[in-house]
């Protein structure tokens, strides 16, 4: 018997978290914990690998969490907990089956970060009952793979995750302050030239730039008096704390990603190769993009006066991340729905 129970305690536990994903591997459950705890509502956590239960105790001394190696194990679980109500999955994995056998539970596949871009949706998830969402996009792959959902509730619940920047409400009052994520020496180049012929204050992150080339640009803007309008940081918080105030985010290809639309405020985008498609998920036509120096001063001086891509960008937002439903905590009246029945 692979079995420990002995956190579950509180037999008025109603609903669990299940991973059968093998060991060291609980980045799907960090993505989830935070939210089940501000429910409000006692839950459980179930992993089947023992590597991965002993990860989770030390980092979540207080949670109540099981594993289990065998169905019988896991029929011991749900027996220790007798006001179970439902179970949620976070990933699509084989040992599920083991819980989904429970008739009397409900079972809900809410996916993790990118579930919605990256998942395989096949028959197999017809083994739930409910399918939970977090955007309109997640919504449409789902049934435009599965063809035939059948019973399953299909539900769209918002990104509980996103909530305090789906609620960041900055007016847009001009580009002066512009933020930079890079690894692209190129766009590092571009520095002197933007500070030379624009007005903006300038935080930048660029992981991939040697100090010897940051301390010469910092010798540069020294001398030119530049200094107090930028900002290089050494660590990637700092730039995500400019973030939160800043009005406008420049970044490479690479860093482009569905995410990158929290913020929602102009993004502008180096394109390395012309004849491609940016993003596989983001409308083009969402961000600005550029390909020379000359390029990217004319979107800067563009944004100083207006913001011409904003409703685009805000649909978009909207599609790929359910902004609407995560400002209504959408997650939490399905879980209390299902708590409460």
């Not at 429910?39 to 979540?60: A, M, Q, W, Y």
């Not at 976070?90 to 596949?109: E, G, Q």
């Not at 609620?167 to 190129?186: M, P, Q, W």
């Amino acid at each position: 018997m692979g079995l420990y129970i002995s956190k579950i305690k509180n037999k008025s536990i109603s609903c669990m978290l299940h991973s059968a994903e093998p060991r060291l591997s609980i980045n799907h459950l960090l993505h989830w914990i935070p939210i089940f705890e501000s429910s409000g509502f006692p839950f459980s956590i179930l992993v089947r690998d023992e590597n991965n239960f002993s990860k989770l105790s030390k980092k979540f001394p207080t949670l109540q969490i099981a594993y289990a190696k065998t169905p019988v194990d896991v029929e011991a679980v749900v027996t220790a907990q007798p006001e179970l109500k439902a179970v949620f999955y976070p990933s699509n994995m084989a040992k599920n089956i083991h819980l989904l056998r429970f008739n009397h539970l409900k079972h809900v596949f809410i996916g993790t970060k990118n579930s919605d871009q990256l998942s395989k949706f096949n028959k197999s998830y017809r083994a739930y009952d409910a399918f939970w969402a977090s955007s309109p996009y997640g919504l449409d792959r789902f049934k435009e793979e599965l063809k035939d959902p059948r019973h399953l509730d299909l539900r769209m619940v918002g990104k509980p995750q996103i909530y305090s920047f789906a609620e960041r409400t900055k007016e847009f009052v001009g580009c002066y302050h512009l933020a930079i994520y890079s690894d692209n020496s190129g766009i590092f180049s571009m520095l002197p030239r933007l500070l030379e012929s624009t007005s903006l204050y300038i935080s930048g992150y660029f992981p991939k730039i040697s100090s010897e080339d940051i301390n010469k640009l910092m010798d540069f803007v020294t001398e030119q008096n530049y200094k107090d309008r930028i900002k290089i940081h050494k660590e990637k918080t700092g730039i995500e704390e400019a973030l939160n105030y800043a009005d406008t985010w420049l970044l490479d290809q690479k860093h482009l990603n569905i995410y990158s639309l929290i913020y929602d405020i102009p993004l502008i985008v180096y394109k390395e190769k012309s004849d491609c498609r940016v993003n596989p998920y983001i409308d083009d036509e969402a961000f600005y993009s550029f390909e020379k120096y000359e390029e990217l001063e004319a979107i800067v001086q563009t944004l100083e006066k207006e913001d011409p891509k904003r409703e685009i960008r805000g649909k978009e937002r909207e599609y790929l991340l359910g902004i609407e439903a995560t400002k209504s905590n959408l997650f939490f009246k399905r879980l209390d729905e299902i708590v409460r029945s």
